[in-house]
């Protein structure tokens, strides 16, 4: 769980801070999201507007050269956080005039990492995201209204209820959400890694599952392995890894082993059904959604009661 070097760098030196888990971190807000915000860009418990609205300066500047070939997985629906990246989702059967929902991962939270089988859920929240359109300009500041659910147990995820509906985006942006796949990926499956913190697309494919991939106090299940192409980085965090040939969103990715150490943060290992332990250096990972349409009723609303929903319980 890596933060970029520039929020590492502000958060070391304001509040000391050490590393997170090897996931990639959030997106450095945008003006209209430090004015939505009281005037100050909060990562975690630290104020740091003039450094963050700099950074996010530089991104803007950059966003035009990662600009995607047409037909290709682009930034539409995609948000950068003050922190990680994300993007605006809907289940299968949403209905358009239902509250719009953003996906990213639980240790992108404002409030820091859940703890090992902690599972947060129906939380106030007023956090803000910029919405980016298809050449990863941003044309909106989105807020969250609700956060309905978060952990770090099993996967790494969180997922906000926008005070807008996914109707109201399309018609004021031009910009649909993007769909959940209710199905499990499958391995050699072609995948982008859509970055709407760093304006950049990852192309690669599913190389395999790990069984387990433990990092620190956290372990996930049945976690996604890409191959060496997606040399996913900080600012990451969050991003949805989307089906190429469909465009669904099969996964978000959340860490990779920078250095080759063994189950440390930053360098998860992969344990198999017979507690074979693997570390695989350089290499990045996702943690599956396509267990969350079943947890979600009508009007967004979360059912961790419902027939099927199999995510991680309070």
Request: proline share 5%; aromatic share 6%.
């Amino acid at each position: 769980m890596r933060k970029p070097l520039v929020v590492a760098l502000c958060a070391l030196a304001m509040t000391g801070a050490g590393a997170m888990p090897a996931v990639a971190a959030e997106a450095p807000p945008t003006s209209a999201d430090t004015a939505a915000a009281t005037g100050t860009t909060t990562t975690g418990t630290t104020t740091t507007g003039t450094v963050m609205d700099t950074v996010n300066g530089v991104l803007d500047s950059l966003s035009g050269l990662t600009a995607p070939k047409a037909g290709a997985v682009n930034f539409a629906g995609t948000v950068a956080l003050s922190n990680c990246s994300g993007s605006v989702v809907r289940m299968p059967d949403a209905e358009d005039d239902d509250p719009a929902l953003v996906l990213t991962n639980g240790h992108c939270l404002e409030s820091g990492f859940p703890g090992p089988g902690q599972v947060l859920t129906d939380r106030a929240s007023s956090r803000t995201f910029s919405l980016l359109n298809a050449s990863g300009s941003r044309v909106a500041t989105l807020r969250a209204d609700r956060l309905l659910y978060a952990t770090m147990t099993d996967t790494d995820a969180a997922i906000y209820r926008l005070s807008t509906s996914y109707a109201r985006i399309k018609s004021s942006y031009g910009i649909d959400a993007l769909t959940l796949d209710d199905s499990r990926p499958a391995a050699g499956t072609s995948i982008s890694v859509v970055s709407g913190y760093w304006r950049r697309i990852y192309n690669c494919s599913v190389d395999g599952f790990a069984h387990r991939l433990k990092e620190g106090d956290w372990t996930f299940k049945d976690s996604v392995r890409y191959t060496p192409e997606c040399n996913t980085i900080g600012g990451t965090s969050g991003s949805p890894v989307v089906d190429s040939a469909t465009g669904k969103v099969v996964a978000v990715n959340n860490t990779g082993n920078e250095d080759g150490e063994r189950c440390t943060l930053n360098n998860p290992c992969e344990v198999d059904e017979n507690g074979q332990v693997t570390v695989r250096q350089g290499i990045n990972y996702a943690q599956q959604t396509y267990l969350f349409p079943a947890c979600f009723g009508p009007d967004s609303k979360l059912e961790l009661d419902a027939s099927g929903c199999l995510v991680p319980k309070p």
